[in-house]
């Protein structure tokens, strides 16, 4: 008997030990987008070779279907430069009226870097200013509009934060909405795949994206002078929905182009590239677009997060939402299991008092036994 009781015991705590450990963590998940698009430098491609690209970092994908069709160690954490503007821009956009006059200030004027030319004292309208920031990639008119926006730069910097993990950038951290070398900031080709994703799907932003000339104030002299888009796939090449270009010193020649062609729509992101960047965007856009019925998707871009609706609570109760007279419990999750974490998630569901009961019993049993064999003695 007590060999049967050990027995038990010892299988009740094998089997609610591993239940626990499942239940804490699930395991580690694979990369973001699918199994191949890790950080490592290895390109990965299926179905014919890709062109050699010299940047340490890349990801070519069909922003209609998500299928990303060769990547180059897509969730690499690096410096983004100025193409971190697009991020800026998705949450900019929504919030500010395109006809608001912002006046420029000396900290505008100020910011080091790139600039298109915030003079202090002078009115820009918000949609110019987003010209300045698309195609000059202009520090001085992002400092503006985001200063222009509720909260001001550290707000901004908050809601590109949260933006990024509401579309599933999860490589992504701002500390600065211009795109400088910031400490802690970072994204990867991956996320500004997103980012381009996530932009297109607006008229607006992909107008100010596909721009090539605008005229800004000249200060002091009057008239304007001509801004030019820094993107040069606008002006060589056939189907270019332009996008954003970057380069800092420490994160070197950054950037996002997309083109049409043929019904399909591509994005091409590339990071810490040498000169010549946008020689090799074009490359692999031809070769894509090429080869485009012979590839087999390596992976996926996610789809955001689905939106909160509005609350309309009155109170809440735990595990429970309270909708005025009524209580409302919240859906359950429709997640799938194979069968194995099936079998291991209804077991864990089972109350621990379950798994006590067998021994408790038996060593009831046990205990009760030798007063049952003394009165058979009498």
Same mark, same amino acid.
């Given at each position: ?41 290895? @390109? ?7 062109? +050699? ?53 000396? #900290?505008?004027?100020?910011?080091? $870097? ?74 990867? #080709? ?7 994703? +996530? ?23 009057? $008239? ?6 820094? %993107? ?10 332009? @996008? ?8 070197? %020649? ?41 590839? %087999?998707?390596? $992976? ?11 609350? +309309? ?24 299991? %194979? ?32 007063? +049952? ?6």
């Amino acid at each position: 008997m007590r060999l049967l009781l050990t027995a038990c015991a010892t299988t009740a705590l094998v089997v609610a030990g591993p239940l626990t450990a499942t239940a804490a963590g699930q395991g580690p998940q694979g990369p973001v987008g699918g199994d191949l698009l890790t950080a490592k430098p290895t @390109v990965v491609a299926d179905g014919a070779a890709p062109p +050699a690209v010299q940047a340490s970092a890349y990801v070519v994908a069909d922003i209609d279907t998500g299928d990303v069709l060769v990547a180059k160690a897509p969730h690499a954490k690096l410096r983004p430069a100025s193409t971190l503007k697009t991020l800026t821009a998705l949450v900019l956009l929504p919030r500010l009226k395109k006809t608001d006059p912002v006046v420029g200030t000396d #900290a505008d004027a100020g910011i080091i $870097g790139s600039k298109v030319g915030v003079y202090p004292g002078l009115r820009y309208t918000v949609d110019l200013l987003f010209q300045g920031m698309f195609l000059a990639s202009g520090n001085d008119a992002v400092h503006a509009l985001a200063a222009h926006d509720q909260g001001g730069i550290p707000a901004t910097i908050q809601r590109m934060n949260q933006k990024a993990k509401e579309i599933g950038a999860d490589d992504t951290h701002v500390t600065d909405p211009t795109g400088l070398d910031a400490d802690g900031q970072f994204s990867s #080709a991956y996320d500004l795949a997103l980012f381009a994703q +996530a932009g297109l799907a607006r008229p607006d932003f992909a107008k100010y994206a596909a721009t090539k000339y605008t005229a800004f104030p000249n200060a002091g002299k009057g $008239g304007t002078y001509q801004v030019a888009n820094q %993107n040069k796939l606008l002006f060589s090449y056939d189907g270019a929905l332009g @996008v954003k270009t970057g380069y800092t010193t420490l994160a070197r %020649n950054t950037f996002i182009g997309a083109a049409r062609r043929n019904g399909h729509t591509l994005v091409v992101t590339l990071m810490n590239a040498p000169h010549g960047v946008t020689e090799d965007a074009s490359n692999l856009l031809t070769w894509t677009f090429k080869n485009y019925t012979k590839l %087999n998707p390596v $992976g996926t871009l996610v789809k955001p997060a689905a939106a909160v609706p509005p609350k +309309a609570e009155t109170g809440t109760t735990e595990g429970k939402i309270t909708t005025g007279t009524s209580t409302a419990h919240p859906p359950r999750s429709r997640t799938v299991l %194979n069968p194995g974490q099936a079998v291991q998630s209804l077991a864990f569901r089972v109350p621990a008092w379950v798994y006590a009961a067998p021994p408790v019993l038996l060593l009831g049993l046990f205990l009760r036994r030798p007063k +049952a064999l003394r009165r058979r003695r009498h």
